[in-house]
């Protein structure tokens, strides 16, 4: 397997990509397809390096884009999918059950999906989600309870989850909600840690 260190992170043009490795709940918000991707690739590669099988809950499209990109970067994107450590499901197969959004269901999958890639030997799970095509069908306080929920399994479980939010298509109401839910956001060319940020011990006590 590759050796992939530390250092090639640093390769993006991202601002304060050194907090990708330091932090396990991650908000991009990004307004086009470039602004996508310039923190996917240091995510997944921070992730490969720790021995993480890597879920993509993208488009098929999208998943191109990234793998693309990773290539470009000298990742052997091929070989990290012939031995399961980067690995594709599509938005609706994760978000719907039967066409209907619920959380319960949504949680169980990706809990599911931590334990198994445990029991195949790696280290946990780093999930990279791109929902922005769907959330015109699931509530924002829905969703805002999602994101709760999986920030809290993001601060008890071996897992990294980076969230991208096409600016254009989440409300206000949402994006000002989910400032609370991730301890590093990202926006135009920089992260940031999260001066708003409520961990899950502060938000149950």
Known sequence: MENIESEEIRSTQVEN???????KHLCWLYENDEDRLSVVAPFLVAALSRRKQ??????KAVREKIFLDLVQGDVNVARYQEIEQMIHTEPEELFFNGGVFDIDVVMHRLSAAFD???AKGWEGLAVVTDPSE??????DEDWL???????????TRPCMML???DQRRVSATLLAAMIKVHP???L??????NPFYASPTMRTS
């Open 17 to 23: 990509v050194e907090i990708i490795p330091k932090t």
């Open 188 to 193: 135009g060319n920089a992260l940031a840690r």
């Open 116 to 118: 198994e890639a445990q």
């Open 184 to 186: 590093v956001i990202g």
């Open 163 to 165: 969230c991208l939010y």
């Open 134 to 139: 769907i959330l015109n069908r699931v509530s």
């Open 54 to 59: 890597c879920l993509l809950v993208v488009s």
């Open 145 to 155: 309870a999602l994101e709760f929920r999986s920030d809290y399994e993001c601060s």
